[in-house]
């Protein structure tokens, strides 16, 4: 079950939007210095940077990290002609080359992919835990990481992060899951596939249902100061028959991963089949409404290192 596709990751943007709370939001623009250095733990396809822009933070350095190498590369070529379509000053500088290894040796010197205003930003092929837990990730005022905190060991994330950022930076955690997953309308199985699927996403090393509510615990036995902690559920619903955006695509992708994850989960659920194609029907016919719980968090770490 990867989540590394653009079109997926494109398609869930108008569900984070909804999803992320503004109170957290706002708390963190006015914790922010006017030109961050910003690094991103699984940036996808980039959409962060025209997100801070429409936020006010057009100015400082950016820097993007994730795995799949078809990602970063959509990110460069998609993220500056949308943010010039939104009327965004951008100037593209040679792109980086992305085909050398180990990506993740790279320092953090070399010279961004394209300006945004005053905002120089640079996407990179690596593994984001691991380029946070080097040496020269080091000074950052905010370290982003989106829908990510749930797919890595979190007390390895927490003391990366803390790693990474100069005394007193900040870390926002939105889009966080928490351990829900909900269909409607309601159907017999839904309990032993919600059981099944979180069973089988438990298994996997360093994977946790419940990350939202453990990193709410673990940051809150940190030295620094859990600022901000609010809910960010994704909420999926049908208007007369459809879905807004790519949505529809973006509910069959949740469905595909509960498709290939219970047949393999520790927890057996009867009548499995009957019940995806149902939801599959359901969602064909625009009646399925899909919700996923999650909390977004913002931390500020130790003003003393």
């Excluded at 503004?22 to 962060?48: K, N, Q």
């Excluded at 040796?105 to 984001?128: I, K, M």
């Excluded at 199985?189 to 709410?216: F, M, N, Q, S």
Aim: charged residues 25%; glycine residues 8%.
């Amino acid at each position: 079950m990867t989540h590394a596709r653009p079109r997926y990751l494109e398609s869930k943007r108008s569900v984070d939007d909804r999803a992320l709370s503004r109170s957290v939001r706002d708390r963190l623009l006015a914790e922010l210095p006017s030109d961050p250095r910003v690094f991103e733990a699984g940036c996808g396809t980039g959409v962060t940077v025209p997100r801070l822009c429409s936020w006010g933070v057009d100015a400082g350095r950016y820097r993007g990290v994730d795995t799949d190498q078809r990602i970063t590369a959509f990110a460069r070529a998609v993220r500056p002609r949308e943010l010039r379509r939104a009327g965004y000053a951008v100037d593209s500088a040679p792109a980086a080359d992305d085909t050398s290894a180990p990506h993740a040796a790279r320092d953090g010197n070399d010279g961004p992919d394209f300006t945004v205003a005053d905002l120089s930003v640079r996407f990179e092929t690596g593994d984001a835990l691991a380029t946070l837990e080097s040496p020269s990730t080091t000074d950052y005022d905010l370290v982003v990481a989106q829908a990510f905190a749930d797919l890595v060991s979190l007390p390895r994330l927490v003391s990366a992060v803390e790693s990474a950022l100069r005394p007193g930076g900040l870390a926002y955690v939105p889009i966080t899951f928490d351990g829900g997953t909900i269909f409607q309308p309601d159907h017999p199985a839904d309990d032993a596939v919600e059981r099944a699927y979180h069973a089988a996403i438990d298994a996997r090393p360093g994977r946790d249902t419940r990350a939202g509510r453990h990193l709410v615990d673990l940051l809150g036995r940190r030295d620094g100061d859990l600022l901000a902690v609010d809910g960010s559920d994704w909420i999926v619903r049908p208007h007369s028959g459809g879905y807004p955006a790519d949505e529809r695509y973006f509910v069959s992708r949740i469905l595909a991963f509960v498709a290939d994850a219970v047949p393999a989960a520790p927890v057996d659920v009867p009548n499995f089949e009957e019940w995806l194609a149902t939801r599959r029907a359901q969602l064909a016919a625009g009646t399925l409404t899909y919700v996923a719980h999650q909390y977004d968090l913002l931390y500020r770490s130790p003003e003393q290192p």
